[in-house]
């Protein structure tokens, strides 16, 4: 991926990494688009940001992906990167039926949500050139926390499914590059760990991502640091010990 001169869409771009990317890839001479479910923070952007574009848009809703792409495509004709970051993270019981609605809802917005934005837009993203779909996953995806089972499991889909994107893209000779961000925990709202000393920073992972960007554009996974060790626990032997780390036992 390119630094600068893009038409990038960024989903869940009202908060968090998402909001983060938005203003960096800005400030590094991008047009930005934002999307997300409430106007009023999307204005508050735009007032604080100006340059920076937002969109109305749920990405739990058929509907609503619908009408953005028809938006974007007669708006943002150049559009050429579309980040799927949006994503809720929330702990279940699943020995509580009042789980399930919780377990439905993460799969409707950090699963469904990427597939159909995918669909949705990469007619706009084929041909054009230094074309990206970048999905933002999770360490999680490689191990999970018991605590959101859903969660792990709806990134762990993700991560396959971008693996699968990867290579139907290449084989049709799509010029299309799909990265893969797989950040650690970092302090953002999600799960309100904005003040964990057990977090990155969010200034912190939004500077080794994007220099790890700039550093090997051509990358499959940005891979922080403080996940590497989640990542790569399966294929070096320590996956149940991490497992046992993450779960607290």
Known sequence: MKMTGNTI???????????????????????????????????????????????????????????????????????????????????????????????EDHVATNLLGPIRMTYAFLPLLVGKDDAVVMNVTSALAFVPYPSTP???????????????????????????????????????????????EQSMPLDDFLTETLDLLREKPDAKELVVEPARFIRDALANGSYDNVLAMISGS
Do not use: C, W
């Open 150 to 196: 859903t969660y792990s499991a709806t990134k762990a889909a993700l991560h396959s499914f971008s693996e699968s994107l990867r290579i139907q893209l290449a084989g049709a000779d799509t010029g299309v590059q799909v990265i893969e961000v797989v950040p650690s925990g970092v302090r953002t709202t999600l799960m309100g760990q904005e003040n964990s």
């Open 9 to 103: 869409l960024i989903t869940g771009g009202t908060s968090g990494i998402g909001l983060g990317l938005a203003v960096r890839l800005h400030e590094a001479g991008n047009k930005v688009i934002v999307a997300g479910r409430r106007k009023e923070l999307l204005d508050e952007i735009t007032a604080e940001h100006p340059g920076i574009d937002a969109l109305v848009l749920d990405v739990a809703d058929a509907d609503s992906i619908a009408q953005a792409q028809e938006t974007v495509a007669a708006s943002h004709p150049g559009l050429n990167v579309l980040v799927n970051n949006a994503g809720i993270m929330l702990p279940e019981n699943l020995l509580d039926p009042a789980g399930l609605p919780v377990a």
